[in-house]
């Protein structure tokens, strides 16, 4: 196996640099590593820019990086480019590898690197953007580009590449610059993991949730509304409600109790829990008869609300609130995607106040709540340790302390867990919980936060054994995250196929003529009754285009209505999953549908 860089104190070195300041430390391997795929991707992103400069001679180049979908390179060039260009490109990326061009480094001053790249105005704004004086440039054959590496040793060992996109891109993600051309590929060390990736690719791109809501009438954006602001529509508002009805119970059961916060407060309140200073930038804000008041962007501060309502005693604790809170927040607009990235959403968020001896035993039932729900919906997941970030509330000492109660918890219990560095929320660690789809992807949904901060601020109290006042603790906890986040993974996850508790709609039921629809009403409302939901398709149709017309919006269930059936009190029954057919009477389809409606039970 090569080995084409040497990793030293977290650091990367290639060969070249390793060697000439004699650095040694654990060798990485030409193979899929996160750290090899570092290198190979930025190399491949140089080979990209090698490819472009020969065969566009006026292009210039700003900045090339490693991004979570590969790599990209962005620069300019005078003709536009499409689509269709990027097999030359690519084409031309095999052959300059073929050449195995070595790639060299070597330093110059920063005036010197002014003059050689002198034609290239873009490179001249990367260089403003580097604080020290030294700059070292990678060269491969005649192509030259200043680059704080690593590199592979050759382009010969870049082979497993695919250019995927093409787009615009301001310069500096900025709209006040001027627009480059942005070009995305993806490499690997090896022809199979490329390959599984494209296929993961193209099938995540037939699952789009965007694509299947429009099919499925489950959601709608409109732009004369607002960018961000999803609008439900009436099967998406079906699914969405039994998600939140069997989420009620499920909190009931493990004694939470439901509480609902205003959606503005005055900012004063958000100046005393620190989202003015620390969140402010993400907050909206109005004023009412010259107060100025925020639009919540979480819901703590109106359950603490709650919780100072009355005078607890260490008997209440742990008390439970939850709340469906809407919250508001502000996104950049580039950032908006679907339902996975929106500025108003909806978290089922609850806050849980207790007294530090209860700390671990509260974490270990929320971890619990989260592994109901995820293992009914067939998601594996990993939980990771978020520490304190840079911008933080409260004295190290009691982000300490809390940090070690959260990794206490779950070592005691053996859950495994990671760390992320610097990831924890403003007022506390937390545990994130990262789940993974049917298609393999990873997807950060619900967190679970440890705050001893926002008690302190807000002055939170009760009584204590010996009839002292004591500050209890508050865990802030969301497991779905939001309904808007996790239906759109959901309809990812299943491509559209819910399973039958959770679909939009349980039965279609078509009436083969006029006459049987009363029937069908009958049958329907008997569905309800016992907690599922129907749609009639009784459209001034064909019956095969509205059985047709069911199928598309991935009904389970499917029954057609006709003399015999409204006769003899039976139906029959099309089964989309097995696409089995029969006939059942009356009691025994409602029964079966019971049955399947009250599988699943958090
Ligand atoms: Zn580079
Ligand atoms: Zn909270």
Known sequence: MDIIAIKHNDQIFDLQTAQSLGITGEEIAYDNSADALEVIRHSCAHLLAEAIKSLYTDAKFFVGPVVKEGFYYDFKVNESLSEEDLKTIEKKMLDIAKTKEKIERYEITKSEARIKFADDHLKQAVMDRIPSDAISIYKQGNFEDLCRGPHLPSVGLLRYFKLTKISGAYLGGDSKNEMLTRIYGIAFADKESLKAHLEMVAEAEKRDHRKIGAEMKLFTFREEVGAGFPIWLP??????????????????????????????????????????????????????????????????????????????????????????????????TGALHGLFRV?????????????VDQIEEQIIEVVDFVDKIMSTFDFNYKMMISTKPEKAVGDDAVWEISTNALKA????????????????????????????????????????????????????????????????????????????????????????????????????IVPIAETHVAYARELGNKLIDMGADYEIFD????????????????????????????????????????????????????TLIKEKINEVNF
């Open 235 to 332: 099967a998406g508002a079906r699914m969405r409600s039994r998600l939140e009805q069997l989420l009620f119970k499920a909190h009931r059961k493990r004694g939470y109790e439901p509480v609902r916060g205003p959606e503005m407060l005055r900012s004063d309140l958000w100046k005393v829990s620190g989202h003015y200073q620390n969140y402010g930038e993400n907050m909206y804000f109005t004023n009412i008869d010259e107060l100025e008041f925020g639009v919540k962007p979480m819901n703590c501060v109106g359950h603490i609300k709650v919780y100072e309502h009355d005078m607890h005693s260490y008997r209440d604790l742990p008390l439970k609130y939850f709340e469906y809170g809407i919250v508001h927040r502000h996104e950049m």
């Open 343 to 355: 500025r108003e959403f909806t978290q089922d968020d609850a806050h849980i106040f207790c007294t």
């Open 409 to 508: 918890a779950m070592d005691k219990n053996k859950l495994p867990y990671e760390i992320d560095e610097g990831g924890g929320a403003f007022y506390g660690p937390k545990i994130d919980i990262k789940i993974t789809d049917a298609i393999g992807r990873e997807w950060q949904c619900g967190t679970i936060q440890l705050d001893f901060n926002l008690p302190a601020r807000f002055e939170l109290e009760y009584n204590g054994e010996e009839n002292t006042k004591i500050q209890p603790v508050m865990i802030h906890r969301a497991i779905l995250g939001s309904f808007e986040r996790f239906i759109g993974i959901l309809t990812e996850h299943y491509a559209g196929e819910f399973p039958m508790f959770i679909a939009p709609t349980q039965v279609a």
């Open 539 to 590: 459209k001034n149709e064909s019956l095969n285009k509205r059985i047709r017309t069911a199928e598309k919006g991935r009904v389970p269930m499917i029954i057609v209505l006709g003399d015999e059936e409204v006769n003899s009190k039976c139906v029959a029954v099309r089964d989309r999953r097995t696409r089995e057919q029969y006939n059942l009477s009356e009691n025994e389809f409602l």
